[in-house]
C-alpha cells in the first residue's frame, strides 16, 4: 500500500494560537473504527480544534472532509510507473513530515499502527495504540493472520528494505514494540505482549454516555448518520454483520455471495438488516431484493448503530469482534471457521458458539 502526498484541507485557527502551534494531538487512523475510538476516547475541544487528522484512502472521503484539520493521502494499492512514483513519495514524506508537519515532533500521537502511513508519520516517537477490534486477542491469537503477517513482512526482502527506510515499527506493528507506551481498550484484557504498557479501559457505552450531547451529534455528523438511519434500522430481528473475506483473498466474491445468502435464507422469515464491513466491497443488492432486507450503510461502524440506539434481537457473525456491541441484550451467534475450510486456512480456528444476552462478561470467551 502507497501514499501519495495531498492536499491539507483549511484548517480553523483557535484565537491567540497560530494554526500550527494550536496541535497537541495528532491523530492517524487506518479505518472508521480506529476514527470513531478517537473521537469518543478524547474530549471534545480537542478532536474539534486540537487535532490534525492524517487520513488514508481506507476512510472514506466524505467521512475525512467533515473533520476539522485534515490532511488526506492517496493510499491506494498502484502498479507500474504510479508504483514508482509512490515508493519516491512514501521516501519524500518520511524524509520531510517533520518540515512539512511540525506538529509530529511534539503532538501526542494516536495511531493504527498496522498502516504504513501511520508508519512513516510516527517513525521514532512514541504513541499510543488506536484500537483495531473489541478483543485483541482476536487480532493477535496464534495462527491468526496477524501473525502471518507479521511474519511474513519480518522475513520478506520488502519488510527488510522498509525497516531500513522507515525503521523498526515496518514490520513490528500492532503495538508490538517499544514506541507503543500506551494500549486504549474497550474491555479488561491480558495480553503478554502488552506488559509494560500503558493500560486503558473504557467501554464505548460508558464513553458515549460521558460525552456531551454536542460531542456525540459531531460524532454523528462525522459519519454521516441521519434520524432516518436510525428509524430505518431499529425493530430488525437479525443483524448480520459482513467481513472483507473476498477483499482479503480468502475467497471469490461469488462464494462470498454465497456465505451470506445462506445466513439470511435461514432468517428469511425475520425483519434482517446487512451491515456490511467498511473494507467489504462486495454488492449485496440481488441478496437485498431476495430477502428484502435493508443494508446499512458500510461507513458506519457497527458500534455506533447500538450506541445510537438501534437495538437488536439476534446479532450473527462469522468472527468480528463488532458484535459485542450488542451482548447487553442481543443474543449472539458466532458461527467461527470450524465449517468453512477456506476461512479456516485464512484466518485460524475458531469454534461456533451460541452467547445468550443474560450473560454479563465475556472475556473468558477468548482465553
Request: charged residues 25%; positive net charge; contains cysteine.
Amino acid at each position: 500500500m502507497l501514499l501519495a502526498l495531498s492536499n491539507t484541507y483549511p484548517s480553523k485557527t483557535t484565537k491567540g494560537m497560530s494554526t500550527r502551534n494550536k496541535y497537541t494531538h495528532v491523530c492517524i487512523p487506518a479505518n472508521v473504527y480506529g476514527l470513531m475510538d478517537y473521537l469518543l476516547y478524547i474530549d471534545e475541544e480537542t478532536i474539534k480544534n486540537h487535532t490534525h487528522y492524517f487520513i488514508g484512502s481506507e476512510i472514506p472521503k466524505e467521512i475525512a472532509e467533515s473533520l476539522p484539520n485534515v490532511t488526506l493521502f492517496n493510499t491506494q494499492k498502484a502498479g507500474g510507473i504510479k508504483l514508482f512514483i509512490k515508493q519516491l513519495k512514501k521516501i519524500f514524506l518520511s524524509i520531510f513530515s517533520r518540515i512539512i508537519y511540525p506538529e509530529l515532533r511534539t503532538a501526542k500521537i494516536y495511531a493504527q499502527d498496522h498502516q504504513p502511513l501511520a508508519q512513516i508519520l510516527i517513525q521514532k516517537r512514541n504513541y499510543t495504540l488506536l484500537p483495531d477490534s473489541a478483543y485483541y486477542k482476536i487480532i493477535l491469537r496464534e495462527g491468526g493472520l496477524a501473525r502471518k503477517i507479521l511474519s511474513e513482512k519480518q522475513h520478506s526482502l520488502k519488510g527488510k528494505i522498509e525497516k531500513l527506510l522507515y525503521g523498526q515499527l515496518s514490520i513490528n506493528f500492532w503495538g508490538l514494540n517499544n514506541q507503543c507506551t500506551e494500549v486504549l481498550f474497550i474491555h479488561d484484557e491480558k495480553i503478554k505482549e502488552y506488559e509494560g504498557k500503558k493500560i486503558t479501559v473504557n467501554t464505548f457505552n460508558k464513553l458515549w454516555q460521558n460525552s456531551t450531547p454536542t460531542k456525540q451529534q459531531f460524532i454523528r455528523q462525522c459519519f454521516a448518520i441521519e434520524d432516518k438511519d436510525i428509524s430505518d434500522y431499529s425493530g430488525a430481528d437479525i443483524v448480520v454483520l459482513t467481513q472483507p473475506f473476498s477483499d482479503d483473498g480468502a475467497i471469490t466474491v461469488a462464494e462470498q455471495i454465497d456465505l451470506y445468502k445462506n445466513i439470511l435464507e435461514q432468517y428469511k422469515e425475520e425483519n434482517i438488516i446487512l451491515k456490511p464491513h467498511p473494507r467489504d466491497k462486495t454488492d449485496y443488492s440481488t441478496l437485498q431484493r431476495q430477502y428484502k432486507c435493508k443494508i446499512v450503510k458500510s461507513h458506519i461502524p457497527t458500534e455506533l448503530l447500538a450506541l445510537i440506539g438501534v437495538n437488536i434481537k439476534t446479532a450473527v457473525t462469522f468472527f468480528s469482534s463488532s458484535v459485542y456491541i450488542f451482548n447487553q441484550y442481543s443474543k449472539i451467534i458466532w458461527l467461527g471457521t470450524e465449517d468453512f475450510p477456506a476461512l479456516k486456512a485464512q484466518f485460524g480456528a475458531m469454534e461456533a458458539k451460541i452467547i445468550n444476552p443474560e450473560k454479563e462478561s465475556y472475556n473468558n470467551d477468548f482465553e
